[in-house]
């Protein structure tokens, strides 16, 4: 067995925001940053019941918790969501990452079919 990830990114303003995911079969993993290379950022769980926990990190702590209550919405998972993101990007950012992680959930379910 091997593990996957799905990515895709999306434009906000002049900057580039990269995002992936993979499918566990109890969880979804999702991280989120800006720049070429992938980083490990403020890092969030969050059960389906919408029980929510900042794990690592507090500077993207808000939106990595939307994410991820987003994502374990979409999915009946529990969400671990990491995010990276230049100070003051995240708070404009929210809708354009909320779009880029249902779409990476997405992909990942096509792939399945």
């Known amino acids: 067995m091997s593990l996957g990830f799905t990515s895709g990114e999306a434009r906000h303003e002049e900057r580039m925001i990269h995002g992936a ?62 995010v990276n993101l230049p100070v003051g990007l995240g708070d404009e950012a929210g809708r354009t990452l909320l779009e880029l992680a249902r779409g990476l959930i997405r992909k990942e379910g096509e792939e399945d079919d």
């Open 21 to 82: 995911a993979t499918e566990l079969e109890n969880a979804v993993v999702a991280f989120f940053w800006e720049g070429e290379k992938p980083r490990m950022g403020t890092l969030t769980v969050t059960l389906p019941d919408r029980n929510s926990s900042p794990l690592l990190g507090d500077r993207d702590r808000q939106l990595a918790l939307i994410l991820g209550a987003q994502l374990a919405a979409l999915t009946g998972k529990m969400a671990l969501v990491s």
